[in-house]
């Protein structure tokens, strides 16, 4: 659209100035969630200081003023230009929510830090026995004075070994049902009594860790919501997380690595070009339901059915543009590993086709199973036929 020029020049000049090879190359190797942390933490600091570091939140907040097509356009434009891919916990979720739910001292205290890339966020959710069953947490916190006294553990926890601050599902009561007496809490990570263990994936990555309390000191102060409505918090939190957490940019990233993997190699069968066609066909369906859903305001956490169609799809068409990666990179991606840094350009795409395979086996399980969310949006369509 002739509207758009002007901006998408505008950012092509930034990203064709700030992008450095090295950040480039951070941004294109990227398995999991977030590329490698120091090439995180530059390009934090290089978008905070041109002002576009938060584009979905309030401009009073921090945001940027653009319109939902530019957010989008900006987006694509990072994944098309290898941009890395931020920590972004803090920006993505925890800070729209704060801006929505938290208190005037709250947002004053943790809001610029986010901003700034200061403080990396890590989610306390998941424990052993509470995973997609996210009810059946057991870590408590007990009332102690103005502080809660926190034992248990947390598991799957992105990034817990770079962040400096978690947000936390802890256990106050037992109501009568699950959901009853859990208590959302904003914990700083260099408290006494918190141990990081690490938890290596089958891709390689440590981006996932066990996070154990023994006897750590909370300030109540620091509670999001009333005690006991911890569950009415993490869905508004989940329902911004779930939106944002697989974007039409980030399956055009993947997409592009296929593409540089097929461009390499020998004589592929028809059928693989066929489906990297079709797949394709899939990713432009999947940006225009995207822009619209962003055009009509439905992905600003208030609208459940749209964020769980979001996450269920895209985490979806990401396992079947990285199953197409696999298949296209045959046998070079099961010995591209053992090659001890002497693989050939078509290898060394073939075994990062191979780790971001394994990586996104979890793409429907995290944010709550695809499951779950279709029960989410079959529960709201019978509703609204019986209404």
């Given at each position: 659209?002739?509207?758009?020029?002007?901006?998408?020049?505008?950012?092509?000049?930034?990203?064709?100035?700030?992008?450095?090879?090295?950040?480039?190359?951070?941004?294109?190797?990227?398995?999991?969630?977030?590329?490698?942390?120091?090439?995180?933490?530059?390009?934090?600091?290089?978008?905070?200081?041109?002002?576009?570091?938060?584009?979905?939140?309030?401009?009073?907040?921090?945001?940027?003023?653009?319109?939902?097509?530019?957010?989008?356009?900006?987006?694509?434009?990072?994944?098309?230009?290898?941009?890395?891919?931020?920590f972004a916990t803090g920006m993505r979720s925890l800070g729209p929510l704060l801006i929505a739910a938290g208190t005037q001292e709250q947002r004053e205290r943790y809001l610029?830090?986010?901003?700034?890339?200061?403080?990396?966020?890590?989610?306390?959710?998941?424990?052993?026995?509470?995973?997609?069953?996210?009810?059946?947490?057991?870590?408590?916190?007990?009332?102690?004075?103005?502080?809660?006294?926190?034992?248990?553990?947390?598991?799957?926890?992105?990034?817990?070994?770079?962040?400096?601050?978690?947000?936390?599902?802890?256990?106050?009561?037992?109501?009568?049902?699950?959901?009853?007496?859990?208590?959302?809490?904003?914990?700083?990570?260099?408290?006494?009594?918190?141990?990081?263990?690490?938890?290596?994936?089958?891709?390689?990555?440590?981006?996932?860790?066990?996070?154990?309390?023994?006897?750590?000191?909370?300030?109540?102060?620091?509670?999001?919501?009333?005690?006991?409505?911890?569950?009415?918090?993490?869905?508004?939190?989940?329902?911004?997380?779930?939106?944002?957490?697989?974007?039409?940019?980030?399956?055009?990233?993947?997409?592009?690595?296929?593409?540089?993997?097929?461009?390499?190699?020998?004589?592929?069968?028809?059928?693989?070009?066929?489906?990297?066609?079709?797949?394709?066909?899939?990713?432009?369906?999947?940006?225009?339901?995207?822009?619209?859903?962003?055009?009509?305001?439905?992905?600003?956490?208030?609208?459940?059915?749209?964020?769980?169609?979001?996450?269920?799809?895209?985490?979806?068409?990401?396992?079947?543009?990285?199953?197409?990666?696999?298949?296209?990179?045959?046998?070079?991606?099961?010995?591209?590993?053992?090659?001890?840094?002497?693989?050939?350009?078509?290898?060394?795409?073939?075994?990062?086709?191979?780790?971001?395979?394994?990586?996104?086996?979890?793409?429907?399980?995290?944010?709550?199973?695809?499951?779950?969310?279709?029960?989410?949006?079959?529960?709201?369509?019978?509703?609204?036929?019986?209404?």
């Amino acid at each position: 659209m002739e509207e758009d020029e002007g901006f998408l020049a505008e950012i092509r000049t930034f990203l064709a100035e700030k992008l450095t090879p090295d950040l480039r190359a951070a941004g294109r190797r990227t398995v999991g969630t977030h590329s490698q942390i120091e090439a995180c933490r530059i390009w934090h600091r290089r978008l905070h200081e041109r002002g576009w570091i938060a584009p979905a939140w309030p401009v009073a907040h921090g945001g940027t003023g653009w319109t939902a097509r530019q957010r989008f356009l900006f987006d694509q434009e990072c994944a098309a230009n290898d941009a890395p891919i931020l920590f972004a916990t803090g920006m993505r979720s925890l800070g729209p929510l704060l801006i929505a739910a938290g208190t005037q001292e709250q947002r004053e205290r943790y809001l610029k830090p986010i901003l700034t890339g200061d403080d990396l966020w890590c989610q306390g959710f998941s424990e052993p026995g509470a995973g997609s069953d996210l009810a059946a947490i057991k870590t408590r916190a007990e009332a102690d004075g103005d502080h809660y006294i926190v034992n248990g553990s947390k598991i799957w926890t992105t990034g817990a070994h770079h962040a400096n601050r978690m947000f936390a599902l802890m256990r106050t009561s037992q109501g009568a049902r699950p959901q009853e007496g859990i208590t959302f809490l904003l914990i700083d990570m260099d408290t006494p009594g918190i141990k990081v263990e690490p938890i290596i994936g089958f891709d390689g990555e440590h981006e996932f860790n066990q996070v154990f309390f023994d006897d750590v000191r909370v300030p109540m102060a620091s509670r999001v919501g009333a005690e006991g409505d911890g569950w009415s918090v993490a869905k508004q939190l989940m329902r911004f997380a779930r939106s944002n957490n697989t974007t039409s940019g980030l399956l055009r990233r993947a997409f592009r690595g296929v593409e540089r993997l097929i461009a390499l190699d020998r004589d592929l069968p028809d059928e693989i070009c066929l489906r990297r066609g079709a797949v394709e066909i899939d990713i432009r369906s999947f940006e225009s339901f995207e822009l619209r859903l962003l055009t009509e305001g439905r992905l600003s956490g208030d609208d459940e059915i749209a964020s769980s169609l979001m996450k269920s799809m895209a985490s979806e068409l990401h396992q079947r543009i990285t199953e197409l990666g696999i298949e296209a990179a045959g046998p070079y991606g099961a010995v591209a590993g053992h090659l001890n840094g002497n693989a050939s350009p078509l290898a060394d795409e073939a075994a990062h086709a191979t780790r971001k395979y394994f990586s996104t086996r979890a793409a429907s399980i995290y944010s709550g199973t695809n499951e779950t969310h279709r029960n989410i949006i079959a529960r709201s369509l019978i509703d609204l036929r019986s209404a």
